[in-house]
């Protein structure tokens, strides 16, 4: 999800709030940053409304399934990584590369995953549906978004500029509170297809 496609939204009236694009600017192809979980279920809503299409936001168990695509590794190109696959703090000494981007990059910037998929790795946290819960215990098994529970804490996937490589692994998630906005967190859109 980019700068672009939120402000075309805004400018639409799908949205609101106006993220900021911090000392980085809102450069072309540049993740939005600065959206709360419930920015970002606002804006699938209008999408879904406006291309009269189911748009949502992934479920825990689908963005773990989409970033893998079909490895069971750490990262989806295998157990190591360097800043030249994803965009993380590389001043971490166990982390191989020492380069530190100190900002987000175009979504487009790494080689995307087996599946197409740019950037499951690195530069922003994202939003799932879910709410948050400490383990998988009585999880839903059809891979559907756990949203029992208290509603007030959603779960963050992928790992960001900002964050070590441990941060970044297949199966890393952290929990926030749903109406937070940070620097280092945008989501992601799925659409349902129907059969």
């Known amino acids: 999800m980019t700068f672009d496609e939120w402000d075309a939204a805004r400018e639409r009236g799908g949205v609101s709030h106006a993220p900021s694009g ?3 600017g809102r450069a072309r192809r540049r993740p939005v940053i600065d959206v709360s979980w419930d920015d970002a279920r606002a804006y699938v809503e209008w999408l879904s409304f406006t291309t009269v299409q189911p748009y949502r936001l992934l479920s825990e168990a689908e963005w773990e ?3 893998r695509a079909g490895t069971e590794t750490q990262y989806w190109w295998g157990g190591e990584i ?9 001043n971490y000494a166990w982390g191989k590369g020492a380069k530190d981007n100190q900002k987000l990059r175009p979504v487009n910037s790494f080689e995307p995953n087996p599946w197409g998929l740019y950037q499951v790795h690195g530069n922003v946290w994202e939003w799932c549906e879910d709410c948050w819960h400490d383990n998988y215990h009585d999880a839903p098994a059809d891979s559907s978004a756990w949203t029992a529970g208290d509603d007030q804490f959603r779960v963050l996937r992928g790992g960001s500029w900002g964050g070590g490589p441990d941060t970044l692994r297949s199966a890393r998630r952290i929990v926030n ?3 937070d906005r940070f620097q280092d967190v945008g989501f992601r859109v799925a659409r349902t297809l129907n059969p």
Request: glycine share 6%; hydrophobic share 20%.
């Open 82 to 90: 360097s800043t030249e696959q994803a965009n993380y703090d590389g």
């Open 22 to 24: 911090q000392a980085w």
């Open 65 to 67: 399934y989409c970033c």
């Open 177 to 179: 509170f749903r109406e």
